[in-house]
């Protein structure tokens, strides 16, 4: 049973890092973060209907890189 308790915990903490694990490497290259512009608009702009998370990333590699320009 102890054993049980264990590998579950264990599971668990595996799960929570993973889940995690998208934002920091967001941040680590240098994306902005998804979850972060959810509550952004949720307290800043309540009436406004967020981006999709396609369209929100679209956007940010679009302003990193230049729409278009000849960036390496």
């Known amino acids: 049973m102890k054993i049980k ?3 579950i915990k264990c599971l668990l903490t595996i799960v929570r890092i993973y889940q995690k694990s ?3 490497l ?3 290259v240098g ?3 998804y979850d972060k512009y959810l509550e952004y ?3 800043y702009h309540p009436d ?3 981006k999709s998370q ?3 990333f679209k956007e940010a590699m679009d302003k990193k ?3 278009g320009s000849n960036k390496c």
Do not use: E, Q, W
């Open 48 to 50: 406004k209907i967020p």
């Open 26 to 28: 967001h941040l680590l």
């Open 31 to 33: 994306m902005p973060s």
């Open 65 to 67: 890189y230049g729409v």
């Open 54 to 56: 396609k369209d929100f």
């Open 41 to 43: 608009m949720k307290k």
């Open 22 to 24: 998208d934002r920091f």
């Open 5 to 7: 308790c264990l590998v």
